[in-house]
């Protein structure tokens, strides 16, 4: 168990719908990474948040909005879907320096009908 | 970023000690070398990282060359277990980020 939580482990939605994805860091982590994981792609970065602020961004659809709230959870809002947004979705967090890994949550199945 | 190269694929036998190969030769000198492996379709499991010298865990060795542009991952003895997407990253500096950048990794198979 890596200590990062993600809800929900499933969502089946139809193509226009908005969705929100929720992610928990480990307790007394600052940073939360945001990926998506697609059958005929890799693990991609999407965003990253530290203590609230946005730190870094890949390569997120302006479709797509990501939030740190003051508890230092997540949310990764993914509007107007359409069918290649199916994927993987998933959360890490980590102390913010170079050294310390970080921890993965076991992610969201996104399936968009 | 600096990029890594991996196999795509490895097999080894159970119980035998799987070394995963890596080639990071654009590496800057304060950039870290992590590890990392997805079982099916769960989150990466974080295995291991350094900096320059080798490394030792409770799951794995990290070798790194002392050109830093070459590392090797041992898995001391593999278990059907290990079976897994195995990535090797070379981490972006503090102004980057700290992202982890993945690439295709390295598909290891353990074989009874």
């Known amino acids: 168990d890596s200590g990062v939580t993600q809800t929900p482990k499933h969502l089946i939605t139809a193509t226009g719908q908005r969705v929100t994805l929720r992610c928990s860091p480990r307790s007394g982590d600052l940073s939360v990474y945001w990926y998506q994981q697609s059958l005929d792609q890799g693990l991609q970065f999407l965003i990253q948040y530290y203590n609230g602020e946005e730190r870094a961004k890949g390569n997120i659809l302006e479709r797509f909005s990501a939030q740190q709230f003051p508890d230092l959870h997540s949310e990764l809002n993914l509007s107007s879907l359409e069918l290649g947004d199916s994927a993987l979705y998933f959360c890490?967090?980590?102390?913010?320096?170079?050294?310390?890994?970080?921890?993965f949550g076991n992610g969201t199945r996104l399936t968009v009908t | 970023d600096a990029k890594t190269t991996q196999p795509p694929s490895m097999d080894c036998a159970e119980g035998r000690a799987a070394n995963l190969p890596c080639n990071h030769s654009t590496i800057s000198g304060n950039e870290y070398v992590y590890w990392y492996r997805q079982i099916h379709s769960q989150g990466p499991q974080y295995i291991i990282h350094?900096?320059?010298n080798n490394e030792t865990n409770e799951m794995a060795s990290l070798i790194i060359t002392e050109d830093r542009k070459s590392s090797t991952l041992i898995l001391p003895h593999a278990t059907l277990r290990d079976t897994a997407v195995y990535y090797c990253i070379v981490r972006a500096a503090p102004a980057a980020g700290n992202k982890l950048t993945f690439g295709g990794g390295t598909r290891v198979l353990v074989k009874p």
């Open positions: 890490a967090s980590s102390v913010e320096e170079i050294r310390s890994p970080l921890h």
């Open positions: 350094g900096l320059k």
